[in-house]
């Protein structure tokens, strides 16, 4: 499978007016044999350092329609407030199988 992660600068305003600052990008092919069951999840972790001890996790139900989605991941926690740098993991599940 081909993955590709990018993050995009976007002006306050541009788009759908959240007001966020960047965005990740994430956009892959689709694989090459679906093993008999297709992708069904999507677990987003964030963490201000490398070494994910302690990431924010999100997971996301993959739609059957439309193939193409966007989803905001919110970059705030109880407790610790907005989180204003960190590194994100994003891990593909087939069959409870990371991909």
């Not at 705030?76 to 087939?94: A, Q």
Request: net charge negative; proline share 4%; aromatic share 10%.
């Amino acid at each position: 499978e081909n993955v590709a992660v990018g993050v995009k600068t976007w002006a306050v305003l541009e788009g759908d007016d959240l007001g966020d600052g960047e965005r990740l990008i994430v956009s892959y092919d689709a694989p090459t044999t679906n093993g008999g069951a297709e992708i069904t999840h999507y677990l987003v972790e964030l963490d201000t350092t490398m070494d994910f001890l302690n990431p924010i996790q999100e997971t996301f139900s993959c739609p059957s329609a439309p193939s193409f989605s966007v989803w905001t991941v919110q970059t705030m926690c109880e407790g610790c407030g907005e989180i204003v740098d960190g590194y994100f993991s994003l891990t593909l599940t087939r069959a409870g199988y990371s991909l």
